[in-house]
């Protein structure tokens, strides 16, 4: 099993944690040989995970070979120009699947919807995650932590957050945010930069949290609700895609609107202030 992706946008650590977690994967399913990185498709290859900006380079090596190559490939994700010039690249290698494995049924339909897939051939398998071991929950002595994960502060939600945060929460609990983006100082609000994918500081930082919060303004079904959960924090999350399958409006966590700042300190409130919920 090998994976192939283009190196100029692979975020640092990121290449890492995939090859960890495809090689466990792997070896479950009784696989002999570890995971190679690639920057082509050989004869040899047995089998393919890769961006959907690869697709090119998959469908010349199948031509080159005249064999299958078996195939995982993972979406381009929001960029629109992105997604219209792999649409037609797309659209062969969903229609020449035999199986097409979405994460949620949100995102199932939006594949029949786009690509006319025929209803059997598309399946819901929704994404688990590797646990990295147990996380025992830190008691805090003072406020409570609110955190917040995200690379894109306007696509995750954060300045929905942050405007929340300071017409109704600052003073009153701490705001953790694990972001790349420089965000100015300010009271009560703490800005992780240096933490990646995969890193233990992430599942240290959400043993000490209260509530995690995510309020996306367009998202799939985010991998940080998973270690959210797994560490036993509760969510509050938006209605956007795959979401409201991963998080249950009141029991496993709270669900609003996206970009409504008030909607969201009134969740984050309603938890804070009732410990049996």
Sequence with gaps: ?????????????????????????????????????????????????CDAGLLRM??????????VVPAF??????????????????AKVFGAATMVAAQSEWAAAAIR??????????R???F???????????????????????????RKGGETLLRAF????????VLNLVTTEYVPPESGVRVHRDIRPGDRRLLELLARTSVFVLPSGIDKSPYSI?????????????????????????ETGLLVPPDDPTALADAIERLLGDDEL
């Design 58 to 67: 998959m469908t010349k090596a199948a031509r080159k070979h005249q064999r």
């Design 128 to 154: 688990g995650m590797m646990p990295p071991g147990p996380v025992e929950t830190v008691t805090v002595d003072g406020p409570p932590e609110l955190t917040f994960t995200g690379t894109s502060l306007a």
């Design 226 to 250: 998973l270690e959210a959960m797994f560490a036993g924090v509760p969510v509050v999350a938006t209605t956007v895609g795959g979401i409201p399958e991963m998080v249950v409006d009141g």
């Design 73 to 90: 490939v993972s979406g381009a994700g929001h960029d629109a120009a992105a997604m219209a010039a792999i649409t037609p690249a797309e």
């Design 166 to 173: 300071r017409d109704r929460l600052q003073g009153s609990c």
């Design 124 to 126: 819901v398998i929704p």
């Design 113 to 122: 919807d786009r690509y006319h897939i025929d209803d059997a051939v598309v």
């Design 1 to 49: 099993l090998c994976w192939a992706q283009a190196k100029a946008i692979m975020r640092p650590g990121k290449l890492d944690l995939l090859t960890k977690e495809i090689i466990a994967v792997a070896r479950h399913f009784g696989a002999r040989r570890d995971v190679q990185v690639v920057s082509e498709i050989t004869a040899e290859t047995p089998a393919v995970v």
